[in-house]
């Protein structure tokens, strides 16, 4: 929510109202093509369960979000 990880089974619907959600199959681009972190996952074979791999990178995905390095790239 909001770029940052929570855990959903302890939420109410009411509590995203006017907030930003971001799921795993919302980090995929339209055609469903893969985010370069999902397909890290796959590649390297970091595939769990239904509930853990889609925890695991969004986690990854709000942890580099908030520690971006600075490479210079626009």
């Given amino acids: 929510m909001n770029d940052e990880p929570i855990r959903i089974c302890i939420k109410r ?3 995203f ?3 930003r959600i971001l799921t795993i ?3 995929a681009a339209p055609d469903g093509t ?3 972190l999902q397909q ?3 590649d390297c074979g ?3 369960c239904g509930y853990c791999t889609p925890g695991m990178v ?3 995905h709000a942890f580099l979000l908030q ?3 600075d490479t210079g790239a626009n």
């Fill in 40 to 42: 890290a996952f796959v």
């Fill in 46 to 48: 970091a595939i769990q």
């Fill in 67 to 69: 520690n971006r390095a």
């Fill in 58 to 60: 969004l986690t990854a």
């Fill in 17 to 19: 109202r006017r907030q």
């Fill in 13 to 15: 619907v009411k509590d």
């Fill in 34 to 36: 893969l985010h370069p």
């Fill in 25 to 27: 199959e919302g980090l």
